[in-house]
């Protein structure tokens, strides 16, 4: 199957190279070099406002945006990331038409934007081209939900973030949507983002204030933080976009619902996109080393060759890592126990979604048009974008991998979600009729199945694999469905004539219905006498009871 990457997996390819080539130093700076390892699903840096430059396999920051020559849109080809903003009159440019929320104490709440948080990055910033459906440069969108959350903490960032190209001066079908919604807040009486950054003395004080703001200094010195978001919230976004994705669908949900449509007499964003679903609690892992740090540069020098970055490289310089990079993890908690623990929990709601064909060849004549499915876990990390099929096993298998412990050193627990059409599970088992039975595992390292609650439910279009609390580190989730074979009981009917002497016992004895394993030949009956009693005995080759003669 190809590897399908998100839309933070293609960020992270566009700035590798800003990733990678970090800050030379000289002998006299080689105490400050640094290290650092994070996974995460997105890049908060790139989340809008930003447009690329392609040359090959490289890519730049166009400072200017349109008004930079070599993004001149005639003459070049351009990448554009972009927040979708909520819609207007004209829905000229791929948006946001309605969300909503509830939860356990309401119906659904229509949301009332509020704003932004931050406001685009102004070096990369451009106007509204509706002409190339695109939008104004926009990095997130606030909404309020009268009745969700508490009355201070009730905004909500929904952003759903659309990577698209234009090629000298050709507008290209959309690459990849990745959407995410938080609770978010203002923290009061703190300092400003990044304020202390330079005062660190160890890595752990580096991360600790990395992670205490959302964003850098450098868009916005108000330290903006992620509130609590429960499962009991549950949220649904409805996008008008220019082409119906793919029919497979990631990311982070619990419950999910997907509904494709497409729209009639609609001209510009003729599809509708509508998802729901709880946002559930997902690890993040960050650790920085320097190199000046005895227990650091110690514990640096136990993962160098998972990542090929040793110290005799003389420069600052970090992996660029992602949710798709399971590999490097294991390997990398193999190697130091240390980031078997996770730095923080996020309430993350997210979707990933591309416009390629993602399982093209992969399950012979199966539809590719559609929704046909979705997957989604909240492991930090896992081996494929979407499930793969395994011919051996007849099953849709997902691999994952997370951190074993909470930042406070419980155990953390799974989430697995996946949503089959019904059709599409059809084609891929081969199924017909209604009689189908389901089978949801989840198996350790070794194979042996793990403890965890699971369940699979049928409804008229899609079918819903559940899988939760089952623990980390590498587990493998693996679903299959199965035809059952139908089978009629065979009829043993017994109609006795009133007989006071038949006790109630023997009575119930002679009228069970035996329900074979096989199916049933043809029903044949007789009547039996015996003196004044008459019985009708019904089966494939009936026979009369022990005193009663033919008739």
Known sequence: MKRVLT??????????????????????????????VGFADSNVAFDGGLIQVSTGSASDPCDGGFTNPKCAIATNNLTTTNTLAPCDSKISTPCIEEVFAQNEKSDWVKGVTAGQRTPPWSFYAFPAKPEFELGA?????????????????????????????????????????????????EGKNEPEPGKFRWDAKTGADVVKEDGRCIDSIAFTTKCWKYGSNPLTNKFKVVLRLPSAPSGWLSGRLLNPDVIFEKLSGSPSQPFRLTIAGSPVPTPTLSKQYFYDVPAEKADW??????????????????????????????????????????????????????????????????????????????????????????????????????????????????????????????????????????????LSEDGKPKIATASAKFNETTINFLATGFTFSSPTLRVKLVQENVVKPVENVVKPVENPAMTQSESKNENKVATPAIAPKKIKAINCVKGKLTRKISGVNPKCPAGYVKK
């Open 7 to 36: 839309a933070s997996a293609i960020v992270a390819l566009l700035f590798s190279q800003l990733l990678l080539t970090g800050n030379s130093a000289n002998a006299d700076q080689v105490g400050s070099l640094n290290r650092f």
């Open 137 to 185: 440069a926009n990095r997130n969108n606030l909404f309020t939900f009268a009745g969700i959350g508490d009355p201070v903490n009730n905004l909500f960032e929904i952003n759903p973030i659309m990577i698209r190209q234009i090629k000298k001066g050709v507008l290209q079908d959309p690459l990849q949507l990745s959407m995410a919604i938080h609770a978010v807040y």
């Open 301 to 442: 020098e136990k993962v160098s060759k998972v990542f090929n970055l040793p110290w005799s490289i003389k420069m600052s310089i970090s992996p660029a890592l992602g949710p798709i990079n399971i590999d490097e993890f294991t390997a990398a908690v193999k190697a130091d126990s240390g980031l078997d623990t996770a730095t923080t929990i996020v309430d993350k709601w997210l979707v990933n979604m591309s416009w390629a064909k993602t399982y093209e060849g992969q399950l012979g004549n199966c539809p590719n048009t559609g929704f046909l499915g979705y997957v989604g876990s909240n492991s930090l990390t896992y081996g494929s974008e979407l499930p793969t099929y395994d011919a051996t096993t007849g099953s849709l298998v997902y691999r994952v991998a997370s951190p074993h412990f909470m930042p406070a050193g419980q155990e953390f627990t799974g989430i697995y979600a996946m949503v089959l059409n019904r059709e599409y599970a059809n084609c891929i088992w081969k199924l017909s009729g209604a009689a189908i039975s389901a089978s949801v595992e989840v």
